[in-house]
């Protein structure tokens, strides 16, 4: 890898940023089209945001366009980077995977701008994306390292059984998960969550993330679901799913975490069951950082549907 991109590499990628703000959704929906034509990438990812939200395309779009328009300026990138390699982590993506990425998005650049799209203007493209996949490769690397080798660690999918199952309110149910191999588990950072690799009779692998709604602990971890009326995970944890069954489960992720070093007062704020990741954070302060204030304001439809609720109170 270079140390740094080509100044021609720069222009011409700057120079794509109208076509991009233009067509940037249009290009990154025909890269998923593209990749997605391989069954091996296509379950690497979480489908729910590509077919029943759309998300992830919309996401990326506007990933690509802030790496075009900072591309003189990669220090203001450093949390988007971040974020991107620990989502990465739990699904597991390798190096392996990148040429797959690069192939589909140069492809869906040409696809989407024909003529604009000239050898240039793909050189520079696919030297800025390289660029950018090293840096998110050494990160990952890193942080599978880590998982790794700390206590309770692990990399990939583990097995963990369901050790129990609450039903916190008319919508969200909590399932309790302990590692099949009866070993610790990676005491997670309060805010992180889980990705899960479920499969579901006559559906493809799936893949989904649940926050973690329990402090960390060396034993297992809590999650909390919402039964969303058309999601095919969430009914299926909520119907099917009872004590004993198991669940493939990559280690902790995420960079929405609590500060836990600083001893300035907190203040959570929630909506319906974006409680999961604000509860890990409060009974971890409750149990280990007793003397930190905290205010925790959440709002939700009604009483029936307010989870957790006793637990907060207490």
Known sequence: MTESLSDTTIHLVKVTVPALQEHGLAVTRRMYERMFQ?????????????????????????AVLAYAQNIDNLGALAPAVERIAQKHVGLNILPEHYPHVAEALLGAIKDVLGAAATDE??????????????????????????????????????????????????????????????GRVLRHQPGQYLTFWIDIPDQHPLKRNYSISSAPSENAYRISVKREPNGIVSNWLHDHVQEGQILRVAPPAGEFILNEESPRPVVLLSGGVGLTPMMSMLE??????????????????NGATHAMKEQVRS
């Open 121 to 182: 203007i793909l050189a520079a493209w696919g030297e800025a994306y390289w660029f950018l996949a090293h840096v998110l490769i050494g990160r990952e690397t890193a942080i599978y390292g880590s998982h790794a080798a700390a206590p309770g660690g692990w990399t990939g999918w583990r097995n963990f059984r369901i050790d129990g199952r609450t039903r916190e309110s008319e919508i969200i149910t909590s399932f309790v998960l302990r590692p099949e191999d009866g």
């Open 38 to 62: 391989n069954p091996d990438i296509r379950d690497l990812f979480n489908q729910s945001h590509h077919g029943e939200t759309g998300s992830q395309p919309k996401a990326l779009a506007a």
């Open 284 to 301: 971890a302060i409750a149990s280990q950082h007793p003397n930190v204030q905290v205010q925790y304001v959440h709002g939700t439809l």
